[in-house]
């Protein structure tokens, strides 16, 4: 009998149903349990808390009862499902009082995954409970694996047990080098192009780069700019996903990477994504990059403006020095950085 992994996951662009598939290759059978969404009310509620701190009192029991219903689902769920791993990954939603009852019912590890920044220190848009529920849970897990080499000192500080490395990585049967056409190529022949959500350091390279021919795409970016008053820049193209990703990156001679302010020495899935399907990627430099490529053979990094600039320059120049970094860092990737690799990790951390 296959042995079961029950993983709890926000439902972030398929990376929880990328690892969920993951364990399933390992020969596991998978139950992935998705957060409950915010209703209109709850986020209504939780982005005024957030602006105005002293009219908290009136709204967390709004969003209190939300995650007390959600909590209670999921312990009803774990305690029928028993299985023989629980994975749970972010672990914002979760009570330290439903950890407590769960191991009190469970043999099992109880494994925490920290895919993004866990104390929520750049991010004030967050409600009480779930800024603080990972904090307040990590002695209830049996093991705590983290994507950010900077955050397990910190995580160990709170009392963890057991904190490990493990990086993010990419689902090849996703991320892969796809026939693109002409007409593609032709609609996304970009000289840099990036794909992803909006924040100040990624539009201040942008506002940077705009003697190149750019295009962004992602999430919220119209909103980001109306916020501020702004007009959407012309190099916002419109939002990407599927196979659209795929084709972006391979008609584009650069794939720029510009981390979210959260990623201290850690890397982002992009990181991993773009090489899988071929393209070239030029980073912002992150410690540990140099963990896993070697720098400008399978991966090229810049430091601040003027060097990306300085690179951008150099390797639109060089198509083929573009063209064997891309193999390269393609080869590294699918030998070392999928998902099933990272659970194979999981599995052989636990025994």
Not at 52 to 78: G, Q, T
Request: hydrophobic content about 40%; charged content about 25%; overall charge positive.
């Amino acid at each position: 009998m296959n042995k079961s992994v029950l993983i709890s996951a926000p439902k972030y662009y398929g990376i929880d149903t990328d690892i969920k598939d993951a364990f399933e290759a390992l020969g596991f059978k998978t139950l992935l349990i998705n957060h409950v969404p915010f209703t209109i009310l709850e986020s209504v509620a939780s982005k005024i808390g957030t602006k105005l701190p002293m009219l908290k009192p009136i709204f967390n029991p709004i969003l209190k009862a939300s995650l007390i219903k959600e909590n209670k689902e999921f312990l009803s769920v774990v305690s029928k499902e028993r299985p023989d791993l629980l994975f749970i990954i972010k672990g914002d939603f979760v009570f330290p009082a439903t950890l407590e009852k769960i191991k009190e019912v469970l043999s099992c590890p109880v494994v925490g995954y920290v895919w993004d920044e866990p104390f929520y220190t750049h991010n004030n848009n967050q409600d009480d409970y779930r800024k603080s529920n990972f904090k307040n849970c990590v002695l209830w897990y049996d093991f705590i694996f983290v994507f950010d080499t900077f955050y397990i000192d910190e995580i160990k500080r709170q009392g963890a047990k057991n904190v490990r490395y493990l990086p993010l990585a990419t689902n090849p049967n996703r991320y892969s080098e796809i026939t693109v056409t002409d007409q593609d190529r032709h609609v996304y022949a970009y000289d840099v192009c990036f794909i992803g959500l909006p924040f100040e350091n990624r539009v201040e390279i942008f506002e940077n780069l705009r003697n190149y021919k750019i295009g962004v795409f992602g999430d919220h970016w119209a909103k980001y700019f109306m916020l501020k008053g702004m007009k959407t820049p012309a190099y916002y193209k419109g939002k990407a996903t599927g196979e659209t990703v795929n084709k972006i990156y391979l008609s584009s001679k650069i794939v720029l990477n510009i981390h979210h302010p959260h990623s201290i020495e850690g890397l982002n899935t992009r990181t991993f994504d773009i090489p899988a399907c071929g393209a070239f990627e030029i980073v912002d430099y992150k410690k540990n990059v140099e963990k896993h490529f070697e720098i400008d053979k399978e991966m090229v990094t810049f430091r601040n403006i003027n060097e990306l600039k300085s690179k951008t320059d150099f390797y639109l120049k060089n198509d083929d020095l573009r063209k064997t970094i891309s193999e390269r860092g393609k080869k590294r990737v699918l030998s070392e950085h999928t998902w099933v690799h990272r659970a194979n990790e999981v599995i052989t951390a636990l025994k």
